[in-house]
């Protein structure tokens, strides 16, 4: 059999022209083909290892499956991988030809032993053309490139071959990206067996002629890559020692990949306005059967509705804390400025930052400033933490401007001779107070009659009111600018509404004061009481 010896310069066609006599005499000498060479399934991976802490995983045989069956539409995969979801992980897959007349004989996947690979086969016009099969790492849950540590790699098949059929010589380039930015080699594994050394790349030093697409270990060549990257990239060529390069082809398989899991918790502070613009906003507006506010189920929901459409809002933090103590935080961050992304935010923490606190984590949003005041939900989300969960999203928190605010109060007031008995709910609500409920303001009442008084709460949001209570304290003469002052006046205040514990009796001054209630959605309730005028203390 005949073996050729590697010079240093092994991509220099011209040095091996000393080997051309002998080459052509073998050229008839067609055994070397069909000689069946001795072969081991694959090695494993020398630098198919992770430190505690990580998580360690591979691609399965389905993620090769979809990786091919997604090569070059610039979309990425999930990759599914063998650690349980602790590294959200997925992979897109381009390739590269140096030249157009490339002949692309495949681009696939093999199994060999029940195991999957990549199978690549090329005819190259030049020694010189290379096919690049580069894979880019992205997190599943936020879309950023992923730094894997101990990132492996194999390829296999990688050989020589010179007859008048079949004339190649393999050599495996693979390089990887950092997070500074740069590019670097993997560092050569070596696997026991194999005939592969390196140079810059994986390359024999046997004229064997591999059998295809078995995987073995004696055309196997392993790298491992000292620093996290965020992509690798496979280049297929040719050593350039022959003149033509016919039908070569290799296989390979990413070996290993390790990662700290990370917990991530996301959401999106937003603008709970169910699309009411400023221009069409109004603290005063209390319609609830027409109008903007009217059938508009997304406004004031507590609930993010792009499509409504709400974005999101900058300004706020929102921190991971203890619930029961938030002043225990264990990372904050502030939401995006502006763009696309705007009010969003995405903690990410290992599980070692939360120091075993796993059964009382909360968000907690917060806000400096005076635009968007009102929350829509709690200022706090409790989450349901659990070690095999790596995701939290949609923890968003709504705000308004304070012309949007959901409970709207109006006061109406009625000029009246104080009688013994007065419905109220058979006042109108007219123009002027000297006939009906009215919003306008009195002048010239005369000391001793009375004013009774109608407050309106409308609750025009989609979540309910709590712990609702509505207070007016009576005026006091020399208090605020009062010049003299009102009494709490027959008919006697609504047990319904008001606990007598609570408020002034018949003939007093002071605070009335309705019980506690809920204000269901998009309702009004409507509270009474009358007081008499111009009694002076």
């Known amino acids: 059999m005949y073996k050729a010896t590697k010079p240093l310069n092994i991509m220099n066609a011209s040095s091996f022209s000393k080997y051309q006599p002998q080459i052509m005499s073998l050229i008839g000498f067609m055994i070397l083909s069909l000689i069946s060479i001795s072969s081991h399934a694959l090695a494993t991976n020398p630098g198919a290892v992770c430190s505690a802490n990580f998580s360690q995983s591979s691609l399965t045989n389905a993620d090769y499956t979809n990786l091919v069956s997604a090569v070059n539409t610039n979309n990425y995969v999930s990759i599914a991988g063998n650690a349980s979801g602790s590294i ?3 992979i897109k897959m381009n390739t590269v030809e140096s030249s157009s007349s490339t002949i692309k004989s495949n681009f696939g996947v093999i199994t060999s032993s029940g195991t999957n690979a990549i199978n690549i086969r090329r005819t190259f016009p030049t020694t010189t053309d290379f096919t690049d099969i580069t894979l880019e790492f992205r997190n599943s849950i936020t879309a950023q490139p992923l730094y894997l540590t101990n990132v492996a790699l194999s390829a296999f098949d990688v050989d020589y071959a010179n007859s008048s059929g079949n004339t190649f010589d393999d050599y495996v380039q693979i390089t990887g990206v950092t997070e500074s930015g740069s590019s670097i080699e993997g560092s050569f ?4 067996g194999s005939n592969l050394t390196y140079f810059r790349g994986l390359y024999t030093t046997s004229a064997a002629n591999c059998p295809a697409k078995d995987l073995g270990t004696q055309c196997q060549g392993s790298v491992q890559f000292s620093q996290p990257v965020s992509s690798v990239k496979v280049r297929y060529t040719n050593t350039g020692r022959l003149s033509t390069t016919s039908n070569q082809e290799i296989d390979f398989r990413v070996d290993n990949y390790c990662y700290v899991p990370q917990y991530i918790f996301s959401g999106t502070v937003f603008d709970d306005n169910g699309g009411i613009t400023v221009a069409q906003a109004s603290a005063t507006n209390a319609d609830i059967t027409s109008g903007v506010y009217a059938n508009n189920s997304n406004y004031f929901n507590g609930i993010y509705n792009p499509s409504a459409p709400e974005t999101g809002i900058s300004g706020s933090t929102v921190k991971l804390a203890s619930c029961t103590n938030t002043s225990t935080v264990y990372s904050t961050q502030s939401v995006t400025g502006s763009g696309t992304t705007i009010g969003q935010y995405q ?19 917060e806000r400096t400033g005076a635009t968007y005041p009102l929350r829509t939900n709690n200022d706090s989300k409790t989450i349901s933490f659990a070690t095999s969960t790596y995701s939290y999203p949609n923890n968003n928190f709504g705000r308004v401007i304070a012309e949007n605010v959901g409970l709207v109060l109006k006061k109406y007031q009625y000029l009246n001779d104080c009688p013994s008995t007065l419905t109220y709910t058979s006042i109108s609500e007219t123009s002027t107070p000297n006939t009906g409920f009215s919003t306008a303001s009195i002048s010239n009442i005369e000391p001793g009659r009375c004013i009774a008084y109608k407050i309106s709460a409308t609750n025009r949001a989609n979540v309910n009111i709590d712990s609702f209570i509505m207070r007016d304290t009576l005026q006091q003469k020399g208090i605020n600018g009062a010049t003299v002052t009102s009494v709490l006046a027959n008919p006697a205040l609504s047990t319904v509404d008001y606990n007598s514990s609570d408020n002034p009796a018949i003939g007093a001054n002071g605070e009335v004061k309705t019980k506690t209630f809920v204000l269901s959605p ?8 009358n007081t008499k005028y111009g009694t002076t203390q």
């Open 347 to 365: 903690i990410s923490v290992p599980l070692s930052t939360l120091n075993g606190n796993t059964n009382n984590l909360c968000l907690v949003e």
């Open 88 to 90: 959200p992980l997925q």
């Open 522 to 529: 998009r309702t009004k309730r409507d509270f009474y009481f």
């Open 189 to 192: 594994q070596t696997i026991s």
